[in-house]
C-alpha cells in the first residue's frame, strides 16, 4: 500500500511522457515527474519517494524529503497568507497549508511555527496544525519515570517551557531546571523526573538522582582543568553564581563536588574548589 505523507520504498514500473511510475507490492501504482527522475535507472530498481497530493488532488511521488511527515511535530516557516490560512515551506514545492481553524495565533508571512502534519478527513489533504496540544495525550502514558526521552520544545509557560514527549506526550520543564537557552521547535534529550497526579510528566534536562552526580561531577572536573586547577566556588556561593559558572543547580553542584572530594580529586577551602595534583 502506497502511504501518503511517509517515506515508501517503491519499483520503478515504466516510463511516460511525464515521468516514471512506480509500484508497489499490492499493484498500486503513482507518478514520479520527469524532474525527479534520475539520470540513469533501471525498470524494477526501487526507489525511496515521499508521496503527497499535487494540485489536482492525485497522489504524486518526489524524491526530495520534506521537513515533516505524518504524525510528526516541526518548526516551519509561513511563506504566504491568503484568504484561506495559510503556506508553509517544508522542502517540496507545493506549500503545506495550515487553515485558519488549526491556527493556534495567526499566522504572518516569514513567522516560524510549530506545527503537526496530518491527513485532513474532508480533503484527504496533508495539512499542518499549529494547536499541537490536541495531537498530545497523556491519558494512556508509554514512559515511566527515570527514562530517558526525545523532546521537543514546545511553548513557554508561567512556570517553565511545555515540551513535546516522544511525540505523544505534552511534559513540562521548570524553570528552577533550566540551565540553558531553549527556543520553540529545539528538539533534545530529556528525563522523566517525576510522573505526578493525572500523568503530569515533570521533564528534566539532566539525569534524576544520582545519576545526576557523575556527568556533573565530570564537568567540574573539566572546568578546573580549564582555570587552571581552580574554581571560585563553595558550597556557600549562590545558585546564581554555581548556574553561571556550571549551568548546573546547587544542589546539583553540593552532590558532585562532595563525589570528588571523596575521591580525593579536589579540595574545598574557604576561597574556593582547587583540583588535587
Not at 514500473?13 to 503513482?30: A, F, K, M, P, T
Not at 481553524?101 to 516560524?112: D, L
Not at 484527504?124 to 490536541?134: H, I, P
Not at 571560585?232 to 559558572?245: Q, R
Request: include cysteine.
Amino acid at each position: 500500500m502506497i502511504k501518503l505523507g511517509e517515506i515508501n520504498t517503491l519499483e520503478i514500473l515504466r516510463e511516460s511522457e511525464h515521468g516514471v511510475y512506480l509500484i508497489d507490492d499490492e499493484d498500486n501504482q503513482v507518478l514520479l515527474p520527469n524532474r525527479y527522475v534520475p539520470e540513469e535507472f533501471k525498470i524494477w530498481e526501487k526507489l525511496d519517494v515521499f508521496v503527497y497530493l499535487d494540485n489536482e488532488q492525485r497522489p504524486v511521488a518526489t524524491t526530495d524529503m520534506p521537513y515533516i511527515k505524518i504524525n510528526e511535530f516541526a518548526l516551519l516557516r509561513c511563506n504566504q497568507v491568503t484568504d484561506y490560512g495559510a503556506f508553509l515551506d517544508w522542502g517540496l514545492v507545493k506549500e503545506l497549508f495550515c487553515p485558519f481553524s488549526e491556527q493556534a495565533f495567526k499566522m504572518k508571512q516569514g513567522g516560524w511555527y510549530l506545527v503537526h502534519c496530518y491527513i485532513d478527513e474532508k480533503t484527504d489533504r496533508l495539512v499542518a496544525s499549529s494547536k499541537t496540544n490536541r495531537f498530545l495525550d497523556n491519558n494512556e502514558l508509554t514512559v515511566s519515570e527515570f527514562e530517558e526521552v526525545d523532546l521537543i520544545v514546545s511553548h513557554p509557560s508561567d512556570i517553565g517551557v511545555n515540551v513535546i514527549v516522544n511525540k505523544k506526550h505534552i511534559g513540562l520543564i521548570y524553570k528552577d531546571s533550566i540551565f540553558r537557552d531553549l527556543s520553540v521547535g529545539d528538539k533534545l534529550k530529556g528525563i522523566v523526573k517525576k510522573i505526578r497526579p493525572g500523568n503530569k510528566l515533570d521533564i528534566t534536562l539532566g539525569q534524576v538522582g544520582y545519576r545526576n552526580i557523575e556527568p556533573n561531577a565530570d564537568r567540574i572536573m573539566k572546568a578546573l582543568q580549564d582555570d587552571n586547577g581552580f574554581l571560585n566556588l563553595t558550597d556557600k556561593s549562590s545558585p546564581e553564581a554555581i548556574k553561571d559558572t556550571l549551568q548546573m543547580s546547587k544542589k546539583n553542584f553540593k552532590k558532585a563536588i562532595g563525589t570528588l572530594y571523596k575521591k580525593r580529586l579536589i579540595e574545598i577551602k574557604s576561597d574556593g574548589i582547587y583540583l588535587v595534583e
